[in-house]
């Protein structure tokens, strides 16, 4: 993706298409600068202020106690990203703004855009791990820190979107009573596989710090009937037997080999004879592919700078589903979130 600059002439538009320009200097800068301007608005709470009352930049600033300046250059930057409107000398946010970017709009990601505050200093750590130093691991922060509201609210936001869809793909098995979401959070797959399928109950199996934002988010909708949270580390948590079913959502690419492996043992240990495990994740491209899709590179490396894990593959993935003792898995991709793929597969004897 490229930041077009207002008032490009039609040479410098075909320098950078026929690449005799210095596109890595573009490149790393340019990257910045979105993250930057998208970050700081939905932190500063630029948009949901101007959709209570437009207004210029000096307006906007006396209202928000910011910097009437900072506040001028983030307003032009996000005039030029199409996510407000100049008219009369005020701005307001554009529809596509309203949509994705107002806290309390159904499809807001505000919470999850302002989180990327923190992926600044994985990025800029990324020199130091190559050269050997350790994953920053967010997982493993104090259970109060006030990092884990921001994270499970932004992931929950996420789920919120892909939830009804990724719902309506999975196989549920007759009569089926318990479920295990292991790495859930937030509980939202949960509790909307719960409310769509009665009397199926959940079991979100998380972190300290996960489940106590997951309780918040599940009370507040009216799901503390459907859904219960336990605090406890998936990778050496006691699962439990005898459940009917198993999701295991967005998990494994935090996860390295030997902890996913082992994840899918206890989980087949976990579901009863004939039960269910259902496994959503953006997975790599194939090794034997020339050329690997850049989602799927870029967030493997964050991946491993956040977890020290990785974006698998699907040769990995059935390989530990096997090994654990899962039948073929029936394959389907979603798409309401780029990349993404669900596998549903059978617990044998």
């Known amino acids: 993706m490229r930041i077009a600059v207002h008032g490009e002439t039609w040479q410098e538009r075909l320098a950078l298409r026929c690449r005799i320009a210095p596109m890595p200097a573009f490149e790393s800068m340019g990257g910045m600068a979105l993250s930057g301007v998208l970050v700081a608005s939905a932190r500063l709470g630029?948009?949901?202020?101007?959709?209570?009352?437009?207004?210029?930049?000096?307006?906007?600033?006396?209202?928000?106690?910011?910097?009437?300046?900072t506040v001028?250059?983030?307003?032009?930057?996000?005039?030029?990203?199409?996510?407000?409107?100049?008219?009369?000398?005020?701005?307001?946010?554009?529809?596509?703004?309203?949509?994705?970017?107002?806290?309390g709009s159904p499809s807001s990601v505000s919470h999850f855009v302002a989180s990327h505050q923190d992926y600044w200093a994985w990025w800029s750590s990324l020199s130091d791990t190559a050269r050997g130093g350790a994953p920053a691991d967010h997982h493993t922060r104090p259970a109060a820190d006030p990092y884990w509201r921001e994270y499970i609210t932004g992931q929950y936001e996420l789920a919120r979107f892909s939830a009804p869809e990724l719902v309506r793909a999975l196989d549920v098995p007759k009569g089926a009573r318990w479920v295990l979401d292991v790495g859930g959070g937030h509980g939202w797959f949960a509790a909307e596989l719960c409310r769509r399928h009665p009397p199926l109950r959940a079991t979100v199996v998380d972190l300290p710090g996960s489940v106590a934002v997951g309780r918040d988010i599940i009370a507040g909708a009216g799901y503390g009937h459907l859904v219960q949270h336990r605090a406890q580390d998936v990778r050496t948590a006691d699962l439990g037997s005898g459940y009917d079913m198993a999701l295991c959502l967005n998990l494994v690419h935090h996860l390295r080999e030997h902890e996913a492996a082992a994840l899918f043992r206890r989980l087949h240990a976990a579901l009863r004879p004939g039960g269910t495990l259902a496994v959503l994740d953006l997975l790599a491209s194939p090794a034997r592919r020339r050329r690997p899709t850049a989602?799927?590179?870029?967030?493997?490396?964050?991946?491993?700078?956040?977890?020290?894990?990785?974006?698998?593959?699907?040769?990995?993935?059935?390989?530990?589903?096997?090994?654990?003792?899962f039948t073929t898995p029936r394959r389907t991709r979603l798409r309401r979130i780029p990349g993404q793929w669900l596998y549903q597969v059978t617990a044998g004897d």
């Open 46 to 69: 630029l948009v949901e202020q101007l959709a209570r009352r437009p207004a210029d930049a000096g307006e906007l600033a006396t209202a928000l106690s910011l910097r009437p300046e």
């Open 72 to 103: 001028r250059l983030l307003l032009e930057s996000l005039h030029a990203l199409g996510y407000v409107r100049l008219r009369r000398g005020r701005y307001r946010p554009t529809r596509r703004a309203r949509r994705w970017l107002l806290p």
């Open 295 to 325: 989602t799927a590179s870029c967030l493997g490396l964050l991946f491993h700078l956040s977890s020290g894990a990785a974006v698998y593959t699907d040769e990995q993935l059935l390989a530990w589903l096997t090994a654990a003792g």
